[in-house]
């Protein structure tokens, strides 16, 4: 077996969203302290946005967008993780943000021209590629990986479920509960024929399965990627086989599918590697004033949008809940062109000593806290994996994507946590309540009973080097990997 076969050269590129990286760093990481070499690629827009978080309390930002490699300390460790960046079509003033749609464009047509001139350049060095790992939400992969004969692994950084339904678009669509052909509205009985899963409730397919328009270019786009994912050499999912096992193994009969989740960094601490798009402000001290499971922790992450009306109603929620709280509020929460103050007036002052806002912060480090007793959540997958990692049950309000089905597995299948309101809009009573009912009395002892399984399965699925399914399934993905490897390597 020549070197290259025992110790290949990956690519990876995470889908340019923070939500998107993390997974991906974890994931490079882990495979580079099994001896792969890894060139790790980030758009020059998140690579400026994580360096800003990092270098803003000197004032000195980098010279080129190359001149912050974020993976400095890692390889300081031992790890041979390369860095590139690579530009997303647009210049990095340009607000992605409040410009969505044309972003989005931008990624679905003119993106793959740029990756396809870096990945020219990386086979032809003396360490050439041999392996693609990008995200599933690509729509390019597979023609990138055919033009430099590289093997192509599509990495989904969510549910296996939520995979298995865009997966699944054709059946939805036949059966009218997705792009109906009737213009305002598709079926809303239950949905009993994706294989591999149970009859779910149309409310809980991720929000781009349950729109009316599905000609959008997020559309465009999901269509396109999962056209493209059936290429595919192999899927690696962040979940966890026991915790999916009906929907992975229906998956299964189709492609190689690999459950390696949860994509955690070593002991679940704070990564080697920065991630985060703003500065993090440090609440430890804060949460060392506070009595032992006295505290709700407030995140709806980093990217979904909400309303100033949903921001009033749950901060006067707070105050009428009386509990502890630290409460991350992006500073584009609502808009990134955003001006008008977002919370109630006196807000600040009624809340001095039991409130801490901050505009983003390190989510490990405050719910591994002791003082934290729940989290309400936007239901990111990134988030719930996290939580239930942490033994910390969840008030759900899924606002975007893939939350709406995680909501459904941690609130209906998982039973660890519970729906911040039942029908909108949101109303500061309703708030109040489920928050009492998440961190006190008979309800909040069956959620951290019930969390506490969960995590046992997470942590089994992560034992030993070869004992959990996690392990099992990363070592068998890594010997199937360098074997196409090998094949392609000698034009088999």
Request: aromatic share 10%.
């Amino acid at each position: 077996m020549d070197n290259h076969s025992q110790n290949p050269h990956i690519l990876m590129i995470p889908y340019p969203f923070q939500g998107h990286v993390i997974p991906f760093v974890h994931l490079a990481t882990k495979l580079a302290s099994k001896g792969f070499t890894i060139t790790f690629v980030n758009t020059e827009s998140i690579h400026h946005k994580i360096t800003k978080s990092q270098l803003s309390s000197s004032g000195v930002l980098p010279a080129g967008p190359n001149k912050h490699d974020i993976f400095a300390e890692a390889r300081k460790a031992g790890l041979d993780i390369r860095y590139a960046t690579v530009s997303d079509g647009f210049p990095l003033t340009f607000d992605r943000s409040l410009n969505h749609d044309q972003f989005m464009e931008g990624m679905l047509h003119e993106f793959s021209a740029h990756v396809d001139d870096l990945v020219g350049k990386l086979v032809k060095t003396n360490r050439p590629i041999t392996c693609l790992i990008s995200d599933t939400f690509y729509v390019w992969s597979s023609m990138i990986a055919n033009k430099y004969n590289l093997v192509y692994v599509s990495f989904w950084t969510e549910p296996a479920l939520v995979f298995t339904l865009y997966y699944h678009m054709d059946l939805l669509k036949t059966n009218g509960h997705f792009a109906s052909p009737h213009d305002d509205y598709n079926r809303e009985d239950a949905i009993d024929y994706i294989p591999g899963v149970e009859t779910m409730d149309p409310k809980d397919m991720a929000s781009y399965l349950q729109a009316t328009d599905a000609t959008t270019v997020v559309h465009r786009i999901i269509y396109k990627a999962f056209e493209d994912v059936k290429r595919a050499d192999f899927v690696i999912c962040n979940t966890v086989q026991e915790l999916e096992r009906k929907t992975i193994s229906a998956l299964q009969q189709k492609q190689r599918v690999y459950a390696i989740g949860p994509v955690f960094p070593a002991g679940f601490t704070k990564s080697l590697v920065e991630t985060s798009l703003w500065p993090e402000s440090d609440c430890t001290r804060w949460l060392d004033s506070k009595h032992h499971g006295s505290v709700i922790y407030i995140s709806f992450g980093s990217y979904a949008h909400c309303t100033r009306n949903d921001i009033v109603e749950i901060a006067h929620g707070l105050l009428l809940s009386r509990v502890s709280f630290i409460w991350v509020l992006r500073p584009d929460i609502v808009s990134s062109d955003q001006s008008d103050p977002l919370l109630p007036p006196g807000f600040e002052d009624e809340i001095k000593g039991r409130g801490m806002i901050v505009p983003w912060c390190c989510q490990i480090a405050v719910i591994s806290h002791p003082a934290v007793a729940g989290f309400l959540t936007h239901c990111g997958w990134n988030s719930t994996l996290e939580s239930v990692w942490c033994g910390i049950p969840l008030l759900c309000f899924p606002l975007l994507t893939d939350q709406f089905t995680n909501r459904k597995l941690v609130v209906d299948d998982w039973r660890i946590g519970l729906n911040l309101c039942d029908k909108m809009p949101i109303a500061r009573e309703e708030v109040a309540r489920k928050i009492s009912r998440l961190i006190s009395g008979k309800s909040a002892d069956e959620f951290r009973k019930n969390v506490k399984a969960v995590k046992a399965e997470l942590e089994n699925a992560l034992s030993g080097d070869d004992g959990g399914s996690s392990q099992k399934n990363l070592n068998q993905f890594i010997d199937d990997m360098k074997a196409k490897i090998k094949k392609k390597n000698a034009g088999l």
